[in-house]
Each structure stands twice: as C-alpha cells, then as structure tokens.
C-alpha cells in the first residue's frame, strides 16, 4: 500500500501546477484524499479534500485557484494549482482517509491513515 505524489516544481508567482497522487496495490474508490502542506514556519496545513462521492472542500486561502480531482479507475488524485502564490510554497502531501461517510472529507491531518511522500513546490516572486 503506497502513495506517490508528484507533479511539483519551481513556477514562477501567477503560474500553475498539477500535482498527482498515485496509488498502488490499493484502490482510491474507498477512500477521501486530501492534500496537505507543510512548511516549517506554519507546519501542516490542511488544502484540500474531496470525498468519496466527490464533494470537495478547500481551505480559504486556495478557493478559486487550487481544484482538487479524483480519477478512481486510474487510483489517482490531483490538485490542480491555478494563480500560485509564493506563499504556496511549501512541500505537498497526499493523504487517504477511509471514512465511512461517502460524502464527507476533512482539512484535519489525524483523520488520515496513508501518506504520501511529498512533492515540493517552490514559487518565485
């Protein structure tokens, strides 16, 4: 059972990434996946969930720029990052959580059982 997160970088302020996070010898379809960062100035901060029915919940500093999507016959996630911001810098996590609400996620690290190894992404401004 692992997750692989990758798709991070070096963009410059007002660009964009995608960021994937690919799982293997498990399926995603039972499964909330949210996206953390972490920096060591803030540490962990919740960005982004979506449910296993695909509700999705972001925190406010991403809304209207950060997607967050799910492909269940690829077990992958994404968060697509729109307007990046230099304080989006930081490194990003994938995480699952097997919740048994289909249509609930949370922005709380302690719900989530697997992680992912991290991608960094670097804003310039």
């Known amino acids: 059972v692992q997750l692989q997160a990758s798709g991070g970088g070096l963009v410059q302020s007002g660009g964009s990434l995608r960021l994937s996070c690919a799982a293997s010898?498990?399926?995603?379809?039972?499964?909330?996946i949210g996206w953390f960062r972490q920096t060591p100035q803030k540490g962990r901060e919740g960005v982004s969930c979506i449910s296993r029915d695909g509700s999705t919940y972001s925190t406010d500093s991403v809304k209207g720029r950060f997607t967050i999507s799910r492909d269940d016959a690829k077990s992958t996630a994404y968060l697509q990052m729109n307007n990046l911001k230099p304080e989006d810098t930081a490194i990003y996590y994938c995480?699952?959580?097997?919740?048994?609400?289909?249509?609930?996620?949370?922005?709380?690290?302690?719900?989530?059982?697997?992680w992912g190894q991290g991608t960094q992404v670097t804003v310039s401004s």
């Open positions: 010898g498990f399926t995603l379809d039972n499964y909330a």
């Open positions: 995480a699952t959580d097997q919740t048994r609400l289909a249509n609930a996620c949370y922005l709380f690290d302690l719900e989530y059982d697997s």
